[in-house]
């Protein structure tokens, strides 16, 4: 049953992703849009049965292993996809955010979602405070970096004068930068509250942080883009250019970092 429920999570995504370029190449008019976004919600509910599933047949949440918590990471995006319910045209950025889930999802997939072989020192209720906040916090960079992507794209749209399809199809700057602002806060603050747990519970446990395991140099960075992205932010002249501009390099930073620090490092213990 597993693998058909992450089949059909799957099929839901790609069916998604084929209306909203279908929806882009008409300039957004007509049902396309709303007909995307409602198989991208379709989607993210199968997904959420599809790791129900692997937390009953393995009696653990889907946190522990590198292809359970990719494909717990890529429903949290849809999670984040589906909280734009309420933006109107805000919604259309699934057109970003579904193929980073697709991607996410068929790696997960590939590898075999199963629980890691290796017990992690850190478990019990702290462990899925810890890595749910934290992976909650990706979810709201990653529509962060969705609605600065557009940003960015209906801004030069703009300046050169273009009145195309994709100028159609794009959200306002107005409601894309709203959005990148909600997922940037919202973001930070489920991130900041994850990595706070995790250290409370490897200080009260082992005595010491552990700065140089590659996981908390990693989350350290990690949380210094966030910082840096909101620092953007808050500055002066063309704030709203240059935060859209910033969520879209922090996340990119930040997957490059992690599959960085997953290369080289030769230690165990990665939750992701």
């Not at 709203?178 to 919202?186: Q, S, W």
């Not at 010491?208 to 966030?226: E, G, H, R």
């Amino acid at each position: 049953m597993l693998p058909l429920t992450h089949a059909v999570t799957l099929l839901l995504y790609i069916g998604s992703l084929i209306l909203w370029f279908r929806s882009l190449q008409s300039g957004g008019r007509g049902r396309g849009p709303k007909i995307a976004f409602g198989l991208a919600v379709a989607g993210v509910a199968a997904h959420a049965v599809a790791l129900a599933c692997f937390t009953v047949e393995y009696r653990q949440l889907p946190l522990n292993g590198l292809a359970p918590s990719l494909s717990t990471v890529a429903l949290t995006i849809g999670i984040g996809l589906v909280a734009t319910l309420g933006l109107g045209e805000g919604r259309r950025v699934g057109i970003v955010l579904v193929p980073v889930v697709i991607l996410l999802e068929v790696v997960a997939v590939s590898l075999g979602i199963e629980p890691a072989p290796a017990q992690l020192d850190f478990e019990g209720p702290w462990f899925v405070f810890h890595v749910t906040l934290a992976f909650a916090g990706l979810g709201g960079l990653a529509v962060a970096f969705a609605s600065g992507l557009l940003y960015l794209v209906q801004l030069h749209e703009l300046n050169t004068k273009r009145m195309g399809r994709l100028f159609q199809f794009t959200p306002p700057l107005v409601t894309l930068d709203r959005l990148g602002r909600t997922g940037l806060v919202a973001g930070f603050i489920t991130f900041t509250l994850g990595l706070v747990l995790g250290w409370l519970w490897t200080y009260n446990f082992r005595q010491s942080l552990d700065a140089t395991n590659p996981k908390v140099l990693w989350a350290i960075l990690s949380w210094l883009i966030f910082v840096s992205a909101l620092g953007v932010r808050a500055g002066g002249g063309v704030k709203e250019r240059r935060s859209a501009f910033a969520s879209v390099v922090g996340f990119s930073l930040i997957v490059v970092s992690y599959l960085g620090f997953r290369i080289v490092s030769s230690q165990g213990g990665f939750f992701l």
